[in-house]
């Protein structure tokens, strides 16, 4: 199976939300695209972005994609890379594709003097859990708690 890497671009955005929307779907958590897209372009596609992303694409179809930003840790007093989303369309799961997605990560936050990477995944993501266990990941026992800003109430 024949694959590129590259970075995502202005013209990948529609695609983009079609892939996170299967990607909420997947992980059974809520996304609404609407506006997705502009929101998207704005922090990609500026002089200081404030989200990185990267495109899976095989045969001109974007088939998954991954994003990331730079944060600090407080503990570590150091910068880190978080890995903030991770989608492979089914058909290219298991393919080694991850492994070489995690090559590219381990790469960029080297260039980035990041002292580690971060991610998370839904527990009921077994496959996930054992594909980063396998790469050496290291999970930890958290739990996550949103507030939502946007409330109307």
């Known amino acids: 199976m024949e694959y590129i890497i590259r970075e995502c671009l202005e013209k990948d955005l529609s695609k983009l939300v079609e892939l996170c929307v299967k990607h909420s779907e997947f992980e059974q958590a809520n996304y609404n695209p609407t506006g997705k897209a502009d929101l998207l372009k704005k922090a990609l596609f500026t002089d200081n972005p404030k989200l990185y992303c990267s495109v899976i ?31 492979l369309e089914p058909e290219f799961r298991g393919k080694k594709i991850g492994e070489v997605v995690f090559e590219k990560l381990k790469e960029i ?27 050496g990941g290291t999970g930890k026992d958290k739990v996550r708690f949103f507030i939502d800003t946007k409330q109307t109430n």
């Open 109 to 135: 936050a080297k260039q980035n003097d990041c002292v580690n990477i971060q991610w998370q995944t839904p527990i009921f993501n077994e496959r996930a859990i054992k594909f980063y266990n396998r790469i």
């Open 57 to 87: 694409e095989s045969n001109n179809k974007l088939q998954g994609y991954f994003s990331y930003t730079f944060d600090y840790s407080t503990w570590d007093a150091q910068t880190f890379l978080y890995l903030d989303c991770l989608y």
